[in-house]
């Protein structure tokens, strides 16, 4: 039921933390892989890097999700190269973190959150994985077969506890999770179900992975607190979305569409 091989798979955000998991996840199951970034040196890196630890076929391709004739190029180029798409995850975001680059998103307060900021994270989070989902899904309705899997967040779910980005002896808090964030990964839910209910005639099965927090060199306070948020008492792993992407991505979820499925520690069961 996990099997795919014979399938041809196109992954956004392949760059990533997760994205890099999920790239060997897919062809350890046999899955030819399209891994797609923003950064077309990195998507071609970590295509390489998977083949050379997992084994199959795997490339890279440079692709700003924003802008519909470069999603359309990949596209066709996936179909040029593979003759089908049967699976598209729709992983690329902005998710900001206290990394370089990103850093100022989490410095402003909702009152003072800027309009381009706001933005920029619809048209990644949201319009990307609309008009990834719109291309290959014109090849998938000629093929009656299909699946997208849309990854959202759990602040998708529930509004961010924004007392675990406050530190230690800060009278005013200065960090936050935007609300950018909360509100694409809502809409990418949505997005989920309206599209699983308008193809599911045409054999496209479309449904959300929500995963939790995953541990990548946070600050041991945020961790700390993160993990006390959680039933599991920890964060997650950066290969415990694994199995779930694999389920969702293959025919052990043959009777499954428009649904979350949710990898959170239990974050939302309290």
Not at 19 to 41: E, F, I, N, P, W
Not at 71 to 93: K, P
Not at 132 to 152: D, E, F, L, P, Y
Not at 187 to 201: F, S, V
Request: hydrophobic residues 45%; neutral net charge; proline residues 3%.
């Amino acid at each position: 039921m996990f099997d795919l091989t014979g399938r041809v798979a196109i992954l956004t955000g392949g760059a990533g933390l997760l994205g890099r998991q999920y790239t060997r996840t897919l062809l350890a199951a046999g899955a030819k892989v399209v891994v797609a970034d923003v950064h077309a040196d990195q998507a071609e890196s970590a295509a390489r890097e998977a083949v050379a630890e997992v084994g199959g076929e795997a490339i890279g391709w440079g692709v700003d999700v924003r802008k519909k004739p470069e999603v359309e190029r990949m596209i066709a180029a996936a179909v040029q190269r593979f003759a089908r798409i049967d699976v598209l995850i729709n992983n690329a975001a902005i998710d900001p973190k206290f990394d370089a680059g990103l850093a100022a998103q989490h410095s402003n307060s909702f009152e003072d959150y800027p309009l381009e900021l706001w933005q920029q994270s619809l048209d990644v989070n949201l319009t990307g994985a609309f008009l990834c989902s719109q291309s290959a899904g014109k090849v998938m309705v000629t093929q009656k077969r299909g699946v997208i899997v849309n990854v959202s967040s759990t602040y998708g779910l529930v509004g961010p506890d924004q007392r675990l980005y406050q530190r230690s002896g800060e009278k005013e808090q200065t960090l936050f999770k935007p609300a950018a964030y909360s509100v694409t990964k809502a809409g990418i839910a949505h997005l989920t179900r309206y599209l699983a209910a308008y193809w599911g005639a045409q054999g496209i099965r479309v449904n959300t992975l929500t995963p939790g927090g995953v541990f990548n060199s946070q600050e041991d306070e945020f961790v700390e607190k993160y993990s006390a948020r959680t039933p599991l008492g920890r964060m997650a792993k950066t290969n415990e979305m694994n199995g779930a992407m694999l389920f969702l991505a293959s025919d052990a979820s043959a009777y499954m569409t428009g649904a979350n499925l949710v990898v959170d520690g239990g974050w939302t069961a309290w």
